[in-house]
């Protein structure tokens, strides 16, 4: 189940369920990472779905 915030994260992804690059990044700088903090440390998330922008994978490393 999902909260709200997560469940508008996932809505603005495309239908492969990525975040566009600008998305992806207001999403993490809303929270104070960057891009390029997501290829320091992969949080135990899949780096290819951090790489595709994946927003359930974003969330996750998000500690969503």
């Not at 508008?8 to 104070?32: C, E, T, W, Y």
């Amino acid at each position: 189940m999902y909260t709200c915030y997560e469940e508008s994260v996932i809505d603005a992804a495309d239908h492969h369920g990525n975040l566009s690059f600008a998305d992806a990044k207001r999403l993490l700088g809303d929270h104070g990472f960057t891009i390029s903090d997501l290829y320091e440390d992969d949080h135990g998330a899949c780096p290819v779905a951090l790489d595709s922008r994946n927003a359930e994978a974003l969330l996750f490393w998000l500690g969503y």
